[in-house]
């Protein structure tokens, strides 16, 4: 069964640092690209970040890293000076199977 799980979310202050953790299973992690994706309520779900199978991978304002690492079949989000408006739940994706979803985890930035 395929599955991907977050963890690491929680609240942090204007200017902290989070590092979400995404932990896949059921598929041959090592061959597909992984996602982190965002969303608040009443809007869509955003974009943030990814890394290819080889790690080529993009950023977020140059603020937020994507990672991985395979041995551990995990693909991370580093997040670094983060502002109210980065409140959200984060979301892992991968596209194995048509697409599969984690079950999200909540990042909350409060003073």
């Known amino acids: 069964q395929v599955q991907l799980v977050e963890s690491g979310g929680g609240l942090v202050q204007p200017g902290g640092s989070l590092r979400l953790s995404c932990a896949a299973s059921?598929?041959?992690?090592?061959?597909?690209?992984m996602s982190w994706y965002r969303q608040t309520p009443g809007k869509a779900r955003e974009f943030i970040a990814s890394?290819?199978?080889?790690n080529g991978r993009t950023n977020y304002e140059g603020r937020f890293t994507v990672y991985r690492d395979n041995g551990k079949n995990t693909v991370y989000l580093q997040m670094n000076n983060l502002k109210p408006e980065d409140t959200a739940v984060y979301y892992c994706?991968?596209?194995?199977?048509?697409?599969?979803w984690g079950q999200g985890t909540q990042v909350t930035v409060s003073s």
């Open positions: 890394i290819t199978s080889s």
């Open positions: 994706y991968c596209s194995v199977r048509g697409g599969v």
């Open positions: 059921g598929f041959t992690f090592s061959s597909y690209g």
